[in-house]
């Protein structure tokens, strides 16, 4: 089957009056994981999975690094759980936990359900399988996983498993797991990809501030997408999806479109499970437009101090 993905632009840098950079793009290192395996059975699908993500989380964390995690639900005190969104957000949160194309085909029960009774549900062998009562002590050993979880590790796997779900019928589109990790965690999985299959490491960029102490409330920032503000955009232009990064506040949100750039594709063939059998580019990304301020560097940082003072 012929699909088409789509590549990330680079944003567009932001400058003084003077040629100054206030906001650019430095390379960067994510961590991937594309689902590209065959399972005989849910038990050994979540057996495999989990075993990849817990090994591939331990190597991240061995060296400093943090696993990113966009799931909206968060640890509240020792044994409870919380939602981190309401509204809209929350809805479709669920809507897409309980693979709903709209939120109205919610049932009440799903659209009613607590924070810990969904993790409950999740953990369980009817979804992903981390607290199955069925796995054999050889396979707790043989897979590498433990007997039980901390509630941060809870909260990882069952994010990571949620992001793979999304991508269930799509699975040549791969979820990120750490950003912006060191070059030692870089060498680390990579001498281990014969035992973390679908587990790669691809270039990307963050967003850096130079001056930020004194530019920060014009410039603003960038995050990931929220749901609201993906249907605002895409009545602007259709190409934005949920795993974009866009400017929240100050200027990168108001000059959003100009700075956001243009995305590639590339054309991928799959196998009728998703899996990518082959790839090749045929549209190159383009680059943002940079935006010049009529504000100069010295002038904004002499005007912050006479403030201070």
């Known amino acids: 089957i012929k699909k088409t993905r789509t590549i990330p632009s680079t944003r567009g840098e932001i400058y003084d009056c003077n040629g100054e950079l206030l906001a650019y793009n430095r390379l960067s290192y994510v961590v991937t994981f594309e689902n590209s395996g065959s399972y005989e059975s849910r038990h050994i699908q979540n057996l495999s999975l989990n075993s990849i ?9 061995s060296h400093g690094d943090e696993v990113y995690l966009d799931f909206k639900v968060r640890a509240a005190g020792e044994d409870h759980w919380e939602y981190t969104a309401t509204g809209f957000t929350l809805s479709r949160f669920k809507a897409d936990l309980f693979g709903e194309s709209y939120i109205d085909d919610l049932t009440d029960e799903q659209r009613d359900i607590t924070a ?4 409950t549900l999740l953990c369980s062998d009817k979804y992903y399988g981390l607290n ?3 796995i054999t002590a050889r396979e707790y050993r043989d897979y590498g996983l433990p007997q039980s979880y901390t509630r ?16 269930s019928y799509q699975r040549y589109n791969s979820i990120t797991i750490a950003k912006n990790v060191s070059e030692q965690t870089v060498s680390l999985l990579l001498e281990n990809t014969d035992v973390l299959p679908g587990i790669d490491v691809v270039e990307d960029y ?9 530019f920060a409330q014009i410039i603003g920032y960038t995050g990931k997408i929220s749901a609201e503000e993906l249907k605002e955009l895409k009545e602007e232009d259709s190409s934005y999806s949920s ?10 949100k108001v000059m959003e479109t100009s700075l956001q750039g243009t995305k590639g594709s590339e ?10 059998l082959s790839r090749e580019t045929t549209q190159e990304p383009q680059a943002g437009n940079s935006l010049y301020l009529t504000l ?9 101090h006479l403030l201070e003072e």
Do not use: F, H, W
């Open 243 to 252: 795993n974009d990064i866009v400017g929240k506040v100050g200027l990168e």
């Open 152 to 167: 941060e590790e809870e909260l990882q796997l069952v994010g990571m498993r949620a992001a793979l779900a999304a991508n």
């Open 206 to 214: 963050r967003r850096v501030y130079t001056n930020s102490q004194y």
């Open 267 to 276: 054309t991928l063939y799959v196998d009728s499970l998703g899996r990518t």
């Open 132 to 134: 199955d009562t069925q």
């Open 116 to 119: 810990p009774e969904l993790m």
């Open 53 to 61: 993500l817990y090994r591939t989380v331990k190597m991240i964390e």
């Open 296 to 304: 100069d560097i010295d002038m904004q940082k002499a005007a912050y």
